[in-house]
């Protein structure tokens, strides 16, 4: 069964520090992978995805995810946090083996950046 | 261009009282999704739809939902009678056909049922 394991509710960093987002997943076949942030009252927006490939991710608004197929995981970096990327963040995996559609989401990780 | 449209934002309504809300989805996207999300349960798939047809439905709660796609661009989802438990915020997502596709999300409906 697919699964994705967000380990920590909430990320404290400060201002220009870099950030890091965990994620871990579990699937049958080759994973596609994808980030997503979510503002306070406002729908999920893509922030990247991986499919094959280079195992570093390049996204929208400075963001970066780093693949590790040993590990399973998909873990997201900024190399410097603004205060306006606190936010909600989300991972989803989709199992390339599976003919599904479904998205399985992970619980969110609340990130907080302080000035 | 034009994302996912929801309608209405916000509804509060009283319980027993029946609810649509509403999605247009991007245009030339074959994949509709609708979702529910809450802080006890997270985000959760209720439905989707691949060319107006529903293909996956085993995430609608209960009898008292159901989702129609009567054509490409719109799709609706209904509760009736509605209770306090389905109090949440159901988003409307669309894809475009391919597995390595994201879901583009709407900014969702407000629901309150008194």
């Known amino acids: 069964a697919q699964s994705v394991a967000q380990p920590e509710d909430q990320v404290n960093v400060a201002e220009g520090n870099p950030l890091t987002v965990k994620c871990t997943y579990s699937?049958?076949?080759?994973?596609?992978l994808f980030w997503y942030v979510q503002y306070p009252n406002r729908g999920l927006q893509f922030l990247l995805k991986?499919?094959?490939?280079?195992?570093l991710v390049k996204g929208s608004y400075g963001f970066e995810a780093e693949f590790n197929k040993s590990q399973t995981s998909f873990h997201l970096k900024k190399p410097s946090a603004l205060v306006s990327d606190s936010a909600l963040y989300f991972c989803?995996?989709?199992?390339?083996?599976?003919?599904?559609?479904?998205?399985?989401f992970g619980s969110g990780t609340r990130l907080l950046v302080r000035p | 261009d034009a994302g996912v449209i929801q309608s209405p934002r916000h509804e509060v309504t009283e319980m027993g009282q029946e609810v649509t809300l509403r999605c247009k989805p991007i245009?030339?996207?074959?994949?509709l999704f609708w979702y529910r999300q809450t802080m006890m349960r997270g985000l959760e798939l209720l439905i989707y739809?691949?060319?107006?047809?529903?293909?996956?439905d085993s995430g609608m709660p209960e009898d008292r939902f159901s989702a129609k796609m009567p054509n490409a661009s719109f799709s609706t989802l209904k509760i009736q009678p509605s209770e306090p438990r389905d109090s949440a915020v159901y988003f409307c997502?669309?894809?475009?056909?391919?597995?390595?596709?994201?879901?583009?999300f709407g900014d969702g409906t407000r629901l309150s049922i008194l």
């Open positions: 997502a669309s894809s475009p056909t391919g597995r390595n596709q994201p879901q583009h």
């Open positions: 989803a995996v989709r199992d390339g083996m599976d003919s599904s559609y479904k998205l399985i």
């Open positions: 739809f691949n060319n107006n047809v529903p293909i996956d």
């Open positions: 245009s030339g996207h074959d994949y």
């Open positions: 991986y499919i094959t490939g280079d195992n």
């Open positions: 699937v049958s076949g080759n994973p596609y």
